[in-house]
T-cell receptor, first 114, second 112 residues
Framework: TAGITQAPTSQILAAGRSMTLRCTQDMRHNAMYWYRQDLGLGLRLIHYSNTAGTTGKGEVPDGYSVSRANTDDFPLTLASAVPSQTSVYFC?????????????FGQGTRLTVV | GESVGLHLPTLSVQEGDNSIINCAYSNSASDYFIWYKQESGKGPQFIIDIRSNMDKRQGQRVTVLLNKTVKHLSLQIAATQPGDSAVYFCAEKSGATNKLIFGTGTLLAVQP
């Protein structure tokens, strides 16, 4: 089934540890995005990528890094987790020549930093 | 981001009525707009989109209106049903950077 897959679904992480959230899409979309959603709030953009080999900072990039080695994968890394990074993380992608078609979302990763 | 979790704008409507959810966007360079529905515990679900060269687009029971002059977007839901109860988000994509930024969200509560 085509779409976006995130892993893991949920994780409890000790503060100070590092972790990589995985995101893979099989739609050959150029643009990919990482968001965090805190309880009862909207989605805030962490990082994004317009094409393989390029990345950009979103609204809340501090404490996170991304890479885009190929079209399909867009991992998000927390180098040293802090409790304020407890959140639900969503990955998304947009296709189309001008990146103006429906954005697809992964199912989310629920991360708890203790 | 702002702490709107306990103060999420809420629209309460009666079943069968029409709903209008509004969104103000900030970037005049945005070229693409999307409305999403999010139910509790789930990811955002695409509803309808509109490109900046249009001012209206209709789907099944939903209509999106775009007013670029005042940077305003609205979602109209006809004959609102209990299953429409959810949080609705608008999102704008910058034509320059391709950043996709979400609005605060509106909680739609449908009363039976």
């Amino acid at each position: 089934t085509a779409g976006i897959t995130q892993a893991p679904t949920s994780q409890i992480l000790a503060a100070g540890r590092s972790m990589t959230l995985r995101c893979t899409q099989d739609m050959r979309h150029n643009a990919m995005y990482w968001y965090r959603q805190d309880l009862g709030l909207g989605l805030r953009l962490i990082h994004y990528s317009n094409t393989a080999g390029t990345t950009g900072k979103g609204e809340v990039p501090d404490g996170y890094s991304v890479s885009r080695a190929n079209t399909d994968d867009f991992p998000l890394t927390l180098a040293s987790a802090v409790p304020s990074q407890t959140s639900v993380y969503f990955c998304a992608s947009i296709g189309g020549r001008f990146m103006n078609t429906e954005a697809f979302f992964g199912q989310g990763t629920r991360l708890t930093v203790v | 981001g702002e702490s709107v979790g306990l103060h999420l704008p809420t629209l309460s409507v009666q079943e069968g009525d029409n709903s209008i959810i509004n969104c103000a966007y900030s970037n005049s360079a945005s070229d693409y707009f999307i409305w999403y529905k999010q139910e509790s515990g789930k990811g955002p679900q695409f509803i309808i989109d509109i490109r900046s060269n249009m001012d209206k687009r209709q789907g099944q029971r939903v209509t999106v209106l775009l007013n670029k002059t005042v940077k305003h977007l609205s979602l109209q839901i006809a004959a609102t049903q209990p299953g429409d109860s959810a949080v609705y988000f608008c999102a704008e994509k910058s034509g320059a950077t391709n950043k996709l930024i979400f609005g605060t969200g509106t909680l739609l509560a449908v009363q039976p």
